[in-house]
């Protein structure tokens, strides 16, 4: 009997699964199918939007196999699974970076391009997810890419916020917010799974009882309750089949319409609870540091930190467990104190709903979470009125009182008659309206609490936590941040990435140490001269697309001194400023005053609410408008303030740069990551003696590092000693003339009065040293222009600072959470061919 037709065929021609095949002829069917069957549209009614969707979906396809499978491996070996519980993911665009991380970039743009498409114009279309305000949110998306290429079982929970960080335009040179409808054109890389919603109480009471037991319980009677419904992204691991999860909570109605209140009449209260529910994770509170105590912003941590919890808790229960060993089989990592509710809710959970003796359940929960502090900002630290906090989680509060009264025993045994210190640890601020403290909560149900960087971590144990260092040392330690150099490299900067691996290989990209091989081509005089030319393509392509955004014209020739980060005063964007006024002023003092030709490129959003730092833009772009169209100046300074900084344009601006501005005061920028990105893509860092900027010099050697400023203790002897800003002001005549200029209107069409808020902020006060820290500045520039000259030792410091970055990789600090906080190590993933298997 002759086998049926098509099998005869297929024997003949080997067609491949439209699904999984790599071949270029598949991924052209597979793109082509996918434009049909999932956009619904044939080429000539194509957009470039639907051919996006229609690669997305093709390359999705081809990493749904490690997804699933990974899945399963999970379910099958009872894994341990780190949970990363962050209020924000900044984790850019996915096309490139999947392709990358998939190892199938080549396939697909030779397939695309023999479809007659551009991959770079599709590349373009997509839409970033800017679910994160800055480093907080770029570290998390940074640490969930070095989890999986490190084949560590992981889960990222966070909120699906409907609207992200705003979206900037920059009208007058002043900032305009734009909401950010990052899903209006769908969302390919992400599955729905109504399937694991879980419910979420707000308000109400609690009321205690008596159980059949006779045992004392607790219930909570809510005033509402919302659904919370889960969206899952894969996220892929660098060349390994591991591909973890991120759970993105969002928030619906538990019953879209009321009838009884339709019924009597009351059409509004028929729908509140619904569009209540839906705003609980609409939008992104666009606030980097300081915090807005609005109620919504608690009931959005409380919403995602109890999906998450109740949904670790289903995993571990449905695979046999009972909740003993949840501390065995979850590390929970709360990245700031946003999810630090999350140790009350595990407690209510073990004791409420799953019957736990209070011992045994703060046992479980100490065990379980780790806590990591991003700032010192005294304004950034969180802390909810009581009677806010008691209205929306009244059994919440209960288990706060509860934690805290045990916990101030411990603190009276070792401290007896302190009332001191009871007060400066207990998690009640008993101050004023009293305050829940955040991150006493944290430090008292974590077994461990870390910092950023070595100098942060250090200082938290001098004075934010001192106390609780003293009482609790063993739970102290340190993860420096890192970055991953997939996307921050091999997406960012293929040139590099290229020439890099064409002398040492492509390990580096697994193991960033391997770099330091590059040191052995520092005196090959060909290497140093293809890395200056891949620079100045680099350089180039941005010039073009400042040209093509803002219609200015910047040479590649030009040094360009980079500064991209939020706005905020302790980053002092405006110091820099006043170095650019004051080499106008040289100029124009002696025009032919020959100085290094500098493009100065600044770039980040500013909180809304946030005047001072929505007035540094200003002046940004008011400087910029002068400097840029003075004839006397020509060539030799121009400034560009980039609109609506993110993800996608900082894989623009890092690799260009040739020199990184790190110039916050000593002691206020926690780490900084953006720091890291500038030097691993060869570009020099100015930088005072703060957050990773020491650990960076101290690995590229403090010859290829621009050092200035007063350091933290020297900071602390000023201002014990009294710092007067108009000391500074009156004995520096270029830093007077600069501060005049301003003040005269001379950048604001005569308007004086424009900058005084900020003038006088320097003048009278000067809290974060601009004008302490401006002479060193300065004199730290001239040598920066001084050694950007001689371009071979130049190129010599830029290999340098890329070859010695090794440590500042997400996957060095991903091992130390491993081994220091998670305990946990990795599970390779075998893949099963699914199609085969099923076939
Ligand atoms: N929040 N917060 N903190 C920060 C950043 N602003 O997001 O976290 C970042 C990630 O840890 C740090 O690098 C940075 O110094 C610190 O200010």
Partial sequence: MNPPLNQMLQSQIQIEDDRTGLSIETLRRAIADNLFYIQGKFPAIATKHDYYMALAYTVRDRLLHRWLNTLEV????????????????????????????????????????????????????????????????????????????????????????????????????????????????????????????????????????????????????????????????????????????????????????????????????????????????????????????KELRLQQQYFFVSCSLQDMIRIHLNEGNTLDNFAEKFAVQLNDTHPSIGVAELMRLLIDVHYYPWEKAWEITEKTFGFTNHTLLPEALERWPLGLFGHLLPRHLEIIYEINKRFLDQVRLKYPGNNEKLSSLSLIDERGDKYVRMAHLACVGSHKINGVAQLHSELLKKTLLKDFYELLPEKFTNVTNGVTPRRWMVVSNPELSQLISSKIGENWIKNLDELRKLEGFIDDGGFRQQWREVKRKVKQDLAQYIHDKLGIIVSPDSLFDVQVKRLHEYKRQHLNVLHIITLYNRIKQNPNLDITPRTFIFGGKAAPGYHQAKLIIKLINSVGDIVNHDPEIG?????????????????????????????????????????????????????????ANIEIREEVGEENFFLFGLKTEEIDQLRAQGYNPQDYYNSNPELKAAIDLINSGFFSHGDGGLFQLLINSLLYLDHYLLFADYQSYLDCQERVSQAYKDQEHWTRMSILNTARMGKFSSDRSIREYCDKIWNTSPVPIQMKDYVQADG
């Fill in 635 to 691: 060539e030799r300074l121009k400034v560009v303030f980039l609109p609506d900084y993110n993800v996608t344009l900082g894989q623009r601006v890092y690799p260009a740069a040739d020199l990184s501005e790190q110039i916050s005061t000593a002691g206020k920028e926690a780490s900084g990551t953006g720091n890291m990105k500038f030097s691993l893509n060869g570009a020099l860092t100015i930088g005072t003696f703060d957050g």
């Fill in 74 to 293: 999970y379910l099958k070996q009872d894994v341990k699974l780190v949970c990363y519980l962050s209020a924000e993911y900044l984790v850019g665009p996915h096309l490139v970076n999947n392709l990358i991380n998939l190892g199938i970039y080549e396939q697909i743009r030779q397939a695309v391009e023999e479809s007659g498409l551009n991959l770079q114009q599709l590349i373009n279309t997509e839409e970033e997810p800017g679910l994160g305000n800055g480093g907080l949110g770029r570290l998390a998306s940074c640490y969930m890419d070095s989890l999986a290429s490190l084949e560590i079982p992981a889960i990222g929970y966070g909120i699906r916020y409907e609207f992200g960080i705003f979206d900037q335009e920059i009208k007058d040179g002043w900032q305009v917010e734009i909401t950010d409808k990052w899903l209006q054109d769908g969302n390919p890389w992400e599955i729905a799974r109504p399937e694991a919603a879980v419910s979420v109480k707000f308000g109400g009471h609690t009321e205690s009882y008596l159980d059949d037991q006779g045992n004392y319980r607790v219930r909570w009677l809510p005033e509402y309750i919302v659904k919370g419904i889960p969206y899952d992204t894969p996220i892929l691991g660098y060349k390994v089949n591991t591909a973890n999860s991120m759970r993105l909570w969002t928030s619906e109605a538990c019953e879209s319409f009321d009838f009884q209140r339709f019924n009597v009449g009351d059409y509004y209260g028929a729908v509140d609870r619904k569009v209540f529910s839906e705003n609980l994770t609409k939008v992104l509170y666009p606030n980097d540091e300081p915090i807005k105590g």
